[in-house]
T-cell receptor, first 113, second 117 residues
Framework: DAGVTQSPTHLIKTRGQQVTLRCSPK?????VSWYQQALGQGPQFIFQ???????QRGNFPDRFSGHQFPNYSSELNVNALLLGDSALYLC????????????FGPGTRLTVL | AQKVTQAQTEISVVEKEDVTLDCVYE???????LFWYKQPPSGELVFLIR??????QNEISGRYSWNFQKSTSSFNFTITASQVVDSAVYFC??????????????FGKGITLSVRP
């Protein structure tokens, strides 16, 4: 039973560039949430996708956008990268009705230079 | 708005000592879930325990136990007979209990636990 997978593992970009991060949920899960974790901080909620629609959104600018595909996998896109976007981006999957137990992937470490 | 406070930032213990990690939360929701996650150096958040707001029974699972007190809005986590492999950052998290959907997790800032041999 594969867990949550994310790609790539590491990414280095320069300011102003755009980046796409990918996530495949745990088998049987239908909901994907994205979190940003800055160094030394707890994860911050970006947004959540269910049934291919954004259902909830945290306090992040429109530069952060996403998508969910029919197979439940998801992408996180960040445009016009800023130095402050450097962080660990975590994807979590869950099943609606499953007591909100969210299972996390290993994360993508994004460095913006 | 939801808020989770983990006042302890770093804890260092010697192997086999018991250690308690504190968590205080704020929410206006009448039903909610509380969680503890572990983040080892590899970075992946590992789910440890979940508690429903309407169930204040405290439990023990192996070396882990938790103390949920709604009256003081606290959800403390204890590791008994700590081991070096317990060294990690521990996060307390809170979410609203929603019907037909899953709610976002609100995390504390985490507690770095170091277990020395």
């Amino acid at each position: 039973d594969a867990g949550v997978t994310q790609s790539p593992t590491h990414l280095i970009k320069t300011r102003g560039q755009q980046v796409t991060l990918r996530c495949s949920p745990k088998s049987g899960h239908d909901t994907v949430s994205w979190y940003q974790q800055a160094l030394g901080q707890g994860p911050q909620f970006i947004f959540q996708y269910y049934e291919e629609e954004e259902r909830q959104r945290g306090n992040f600018p429109d530069r952060f956008s996403g998508h969910q595909f029919p197979n439940y996998s998801s992408e996180l896109n960040v445009n016009a990268l800023l130095l402050g976007d450097s962080a660990l981006y975590l994807c979590a999957s869950s099943l609606v009705g499953g007591n909100n137990e969210q299972f996390f992937g290993p994360g993508t470490r994004l460095t913006v230079l | 708005a939801q808020k989770v406070t983990q006042a302890q930032t770093e804890i260092s213990v010697v192997e086999k000592e018991d250690v308690t990690l504190d968590c205080v939360y704020e929410t206006r929701d009448t039903t909610y879930y509380l969680f503890w996650y572990k983040q080892p150096p590899s970075g992946e958040l590992v789910f440890l325990i979940r508690r429903n707001s309407f169930d204040e029974q405290n439990e023990i699972s192996g070396r882990y136990s938790w103390n949920f007190q709604k009256s003081t809005s606290s959800f403390n986590f204890t590791i008994t007979a700590s081991q070096v492999v317990d060294s990690a950052v521990y996060f307390c998290a809170l979410s609203e209990a929603m019907t037909g959907a899953n709610s976002k997790l609100t995390f504390g800032k985490g507690i770095t636990l170091s277990v020395r041999p």
